[in-house]
């Protein structure tokens, strides 16, 4: 079933600063470290980037494949065997090689046609976040970066920092990635949506703010995301520490995200919110319609103020509502956002 798998994997390539697949716009959700019947429910729901496989810890039952018979559509997988000749669409390299002492120079450095390197870099190259070490030259990470195709990183405010890291930063770190660090790549964020190693036992991600999290990071310029799913809390570590209503809204979402893959892929817009907002938002335009993506990464209810230049006066109106919003002075729009909500806008 491997080579089966790995013979109808999706070949991508990069095309004005997002992915495609044969051509067509690719909006690449990931997971890592799956077989058998855990890469069955994470194909269910919507991934169709594995990465680090075939699996090698797989059981002997199923021996480094994903018991996908037959493979479904629009699958790709990464590989961690550096040949030039490893299975897959492309490599993933040394996971957070800035805190594992890796220089750019040092990093794998596999090339074949038609395949794409993606990197993983750890959350300290964001400027609200301490060195990785003291001394560290964070324009490495700008060296890092251009050693890949496709570059992410990973950052989990609730399970990590339990909560001392605010939500927006999901947002302003990727706006950082992809404009300091690498600039015309396509960028991704990984997204927490379990305990993962338990640092925080009084606090938890819930999948409202697993799906804020996702959107954030789509607004603030990503062109991917990936689902954390791995767990160290019960016996041993788990790849798929994934509670059911964690899977239901990663489903939910991976389908809206694919829905609006086209949309999503172009060129990011400013739109602009007070400075003391829980609302972060940005803008594309796709074949004359302008849409909105707005996300409260707040737990209260609020209100806020969206300056969209390109609206022009035209009015907004909410996906899946009937209401239209019209703007003040042409390009200014208000609106009440629940706890954790997104909302995504067509004009």
């Known amino acids: 079933m491997l080579a089966a798998l790995l013979s109808s994997v999706v070949m991508l390539a990069v095309s004005g600063g997002h992915l495609t697949a044969g051509g067509s716009p690719f909006f690449p959700i990931l997971t890592s470290y799956q077989c058998g019947a855990t890469a069955q429910a994470a194909a269910a729901a919507g991934v169709n980037l594995f990465v680090e496989q075939p699996y090698t810890a797989c059981s002997q039952a199923q021996p480094n494949n ?71 030259d964070r324009s490495e990470y700008t060296r890092l970066a251009a050693a890949a195709d496709v570059v992410g990183f990973d950052l989990y405010p609730i399970v990590k920092f339990c909560g001392r890291v605010p939500l927006l930063d999901v947002y302003r770190a990727q706006q950082q990635l992809a404009t300091t660090y690498a600039p015309g790549k396509p960028t991704f964020q990984w997204i927490e949506t379990g305990s993962m190693t338990g640092e925080c036992p009084t606090l938890a991600v819930t999948p409202e703010i697993a799906n804020a999290e996702a959107w954030l990071a789509v607004a603030g310029g990503a062109v991917g995301i990936g689902w954390f799913t791995s767990g160290w809390t019960s016996d041993g570590w788990n790849r798929w520490e994934v509670s059911d209503a964690m899977l239901a809204q990663m489903t939910a979402t991976d389908a809206q995200l694919q829905a609006l893959a086209p949309v999503l892929l172009a060129p990011a817009g400013t739109v602009a919110t007070p400075v003391d907002s829980a609302v972060a938002a ?46 003040t002075k042409r390009i200014y729009i208000r609106d009440t956002f629940g ?3 997104v909302r995504i806008y067509r004009g």
């Open 282 to 327: 940005s803008s594309r335009t796709l074949e004359g319609t302008l849409y909105v993506m707005a996300v409260n990464a707040s737990e209260a209810p609020t209100t806020s103020l969206l300056r969209v230049d390109g609206l022009n006066g035209r009015s907004l109106v909410p996906l899946g509502a009937t209401r239209a919003l019209r703007p």
């Open 66 to 136: 994903f018991a996908l018979d037959p493979p479904p559509a629009g699958v790709s997988v990464l590989s961690d065997d550096y040949s030039d000749d490893s299975p897959g669409a492309g490599w993933y390299l040394p996971d957070e090689p800035d805190a594992l002492g890796l220089t750019a120079p040092e990093l794998p450095r596999p090339a074949a046609p038609g395949k794409l390197r993606f990197l993983n870099v750890s959350q300290h190259f964001f400027s609200s976040q301490a060195l990785i070490r003291p001394g560290y």
């Open 339 to 341: 706890p954790y909500e």
